[in-house]
Structures are given as structure tokens and as C-alpha cells.
């Protein structure tokens, strides 16, 4: 199925920092062991159980169920990039599984952590719509399932920190200013005091590329769904102000300064022959920044988004038909790059 990434496309009026909105729901199944504890007979069992329902509910019509050993590193490794499925989900084989929608909105992991994660991932901030849809397909899932439950404790889940809701809400943020005026750590710091995490781009365990984050709920128990989508939005408009004031201040302050490092990021993605996936998202993300406070006004935001993700390392490999060296990658990245902004005029002039 080929996907056209809705989240990807910009959703004013908060896209200049906030790219994507994403909920997750984790179920189990009542009376079949944990993933990591079930057999592989449980394990398909699931799986067996989830495509049946798809033939009997409207929600899940044009989803594709697509199985993780039937799939290759490269297959895998887009899905996760496209942040459709977690790392440790790609790394799976025999029962497990995935039902992908072709816009890349709605995916349902089977046999992850949990027997069931339904995402929604939404363009800008749209936690609440993000949460309404993941429901529905929960519901309707759960129609034809019985949820492992508990009246006190709420969803059953197989980590401790997800019992209750069983919900993650995050937000994808691009923060610049932060990391260039060293407040990061401060944001960090403070964001936990309020029961929320600030981690890599592909959630935990990884690194930030290209100033992106993600801002999630840590607490799962206690608050309704509705309160956590609540509490993370407050958040994330909070950190939305604070880095579009950062930047405001820094081109104020040392204006050639900022307009010499979004230039010369502008120049070097342009004519680079060979480029780390580091560097091009260090550079992109001052080009990005150099956008939204106007000095480079007509470069697209949308296809800027795009080429965070063209960047990385399967979307490389993407119609290759062969694997690369890390010299020949870093060569056919920078290709990518010049091609996309290469093309971008400016009153009818090559930029």
C-alpha cells in the first residue's frame, strides 16, 4: 500500500514548532499472557483474532494487515521512520503484526509490548481529535475482544507505568532556540516537575535529531483520557510560546548572526556532494528555523517536514534495490537534499 504521510503536512497555527500530535492505547487480551510471556500459539491466536474483526467492522475497511515476518529490514525500518510502528515492534517476528490506513494516520501494532497499540498521529496540535479517533477504533475493536481490565487499577498493560488509561499522548516538537541558547536541560527539568517527558524523535531511548523532540504524558493512572490530552496541549502551547519568543529574541539581539548561520546552512544543503544524516538534520533544522522568522520566507514547510524524513536512513535506501556503504548513503543523501532545494525560487530566481 503506498502512504502519503498526512501528519507530515503543515496545520497552523502552532506548526511552526509542533509537528504532529500522536495517542496510543495499549490493550491485552483478558487470559492470554503478556507478549513477552505468551507462546507463539497465543501469539498468532491474537493476530488470527484481529484480522477476523477487521472483516466484521466498517472502521477498519481499507486498513492492510501486514505481518512483521513476512516483511523485510528495509520494509520495517521505513515503518518506523514514518514512526507507524516503534523499533522494538520492527525487531519482531513470527505474531506480530501491523494494520496500517494509506495516509498514515491510524496504525494498530499487534503483539508489541501489549497485544494491541492503537496510534492516531494528526498534523500540528490536535490531541483531542488524535484521542477520538484512536477510541473508536478501540471500541470497535473491543466489541469482538474482552480487555484485560481491573476496576481499581483500570487497563491491564505489561509495563506498570502504562496501567490505567494505557494512554501515551505526545506531541513532535522542533525546538531550535532551546538547544542553540543551551535551555534545553531547563526545559527538560521542568516538563518533569509537571508529569510530562521530553525524549528523542523516535520516543524513548533515542536521541534528538535535528533539534526534534517528543513531549509525553509519564503518568497513566489517575486521570481520565480527557485530562491527559488536556494537560500535554497546555504544555506543548506553553513550550510553543517560550521557543517562538527564544527566537524572536535571538534574531532581535544578533540578527546577522542568525541570518549568516540559516544562510550558510541554506548554502551547504544545497551543494554538498556527501552529508551525515547529523548534519543534514542539524542544517535543516536552521533552515526550518530561518523560514518561520522570514529570512528565507519561500522555502515550503511542508516539504522541509518531508525531507526530515527523506533523510533518514531507509528512505535513503528507498528504490535503491541494493544496500549502500556509509560513504555511498551520505552521497545519495546529499543528492536528495540539493534535488528538493534546489528547485526553490525566490521572485524567479534559483535561491
Known amino acids: 500500500m503506498d502512504r502519503k504521510l498526512e501528519w507530515l503536512r503543515v496545520q497552523p497555527p502552532y506548526s511552526d514548532v509542533i509537528i504532529s500530535s500522536r495517542v496510543r492505547l495499549a490493550r491485552n487480551f483478558v487470559k492470554i499472557p503478556f507478549p513477552h510471556k505468551a507462546s507463539p500459539e497465543d501469539a498468532v491466536g491474537v493476530v488470527n483474532s484481529v484480522a477476523d474483526v477487521v472483516k466484521k467492522e466498517g472502521i477498519f475497511n481499507g486498513m492492510e494487515l501486514l505481518y512483521m515476518d513476512r516483511m523485510d529490514d528495509l520494509?520495517?525500518?521505513?515503518?518506523?521512520?514514518?514512526?507507524?510502528?516503534?523499533p522494538e515492534h520492527?525487531?519482531?517476528?513470527?505474531?506480530?503484526?501491523?494494520?496500517?490506513?494509506?495516509?498514515?494516520?491510524?496504525?494498530?501494532?499487534?503483539n508489541e509490548e501489549d497485544h494491541l497499540r492503537f496510534?492516531?498521529?494528526?498534523?500540528?496540535?490536535?490531541?483531542?481529535?488524535?484521542?477520538?479517533?484512536?477510541?473508536?477504533?478501540?471500541?470497535?475493536?473491543?466489541?469482538?475482544?474482552?480487555?484485560?481490565?481491573?476496576?481499581?487499577?483500570g487497563f491491564l498493560t505489561a509495563w506498570p507505568t502504562n496501567v490505567g488509561t494505557g494512554m501515551r499522548a505526545s506531541v513532535m516538537v522542533h525546538l531550535p532556540a532551546f538547544v542553540l541558547s543551551g535551555r534545553i536541560s531547563n526545559l527538560i527539568t521542568s516538563v518533569n516537575k509537571v508529569?510530562?517527558?521530553?525524549?528523542?524523535?523516535?520516543?524513548e531511548g533515542s536521541a534528538?535529531?535535528?533539534?526534534?523532540?517528543?513531549?509525553?504524558?509519564?503518568?497513566?493512572?489517575?486521570?481520565?483520557?480527557?485530562?491527559?490530552?488536556?494537560?500535554?496541549?497546555?504544555?506543548?502551547?506553553?513550550i510553543f510560546d517560550e521557543e517562538m519568543k527564544l527566537r524572536e529574541e535571538m534574531y532581535k539581539n544578533e540578527r546577522l548572526k542568525v541570518e549568516d548561520k540559516v544562510w550558510r546552512a541554506l548554502g551547504i544543503l544545497q551543494n554538498a556532494r556527501s552529508i551525515s544524516i547529523k548534519e543534514a538534520s542539524n542544517l535543516l533544522s536552521l533552515v526550518r528555523m530561518g523560514v518561520t522568522l522570514e529570512i528565507l520566507p519561500y522555502i515550503d514547510t511542508g516539504m522541509l517536514n518531508m525531507l526530515f524524513?527523506?533523510?533518514?536512513?531507509?528512505?535513503?535506501?528507498?528504490?535503491?534495490?541494493?544496500?549502500?556503504?556509509?560513504?555511498?548513503m551520505d552521497i545519495k543523501r546529499a543528492s536528495?537534499?540539493?534535488?528538493?532545494?534546489?528547485?526553490?525560487?525566490e521572485g524567479g530566481k534559483n535561491v
Open 90 to 110: 520492527a525487531m519482531g517476528d513470527g505474531g506480530r503484526a501491523v494494520m496500517l490506513d494509506d495516509r498514515g494516520i491510524v496504525s494498530i501494532m499487534v
Open 119 to 153: 496510534q492516531c498521529i494528526l498534523p500540528g496540535l490536535q490531541l483531542m481529535d488524535a484521542l477520538d479517533i484512536a477510541a473508536k477504533m478501540e471500541r470497535d475493536m473491543g466489541k469482538h475482544i474482552e480487555y484485560a481490565f481491573d476496576s481499581q487499577l
Open 309 to 328: 524524513l527523506a533523510i533518514q536512513p531507509a528512505h535513503v535506501l528507498l528504490g535503491e534495490g541494493k544496500m549502500l556503504s556509509k560513504a555511498e
Open 195 to 203: 508529569g510530562l517527558a521530553i525524549r528523542g524523535v523516535y520516543g
Open 75 to 86: 520494509q520495517r525500518r521505513l515503518l518506523v521512520e514514518d514512526h507507524l510502528i516503534s
Open 208 to 238: 534528538s535529531l535535528g533539534d526534534m523532540f517528543q513531549v509525553s504524558n509519564q503518568i497513566t493512572l489517575g486521570p481520565s483520557e480527557e485530562e491527559i490530552v488536556d494537560n500535554v496541549e497546555k504544555i506543548a502551547g506553553f
Open 336 to 345: 536528495v537534499v540539493r534535488e528538493a532545494l534546489n528547485g526553490m525560487r
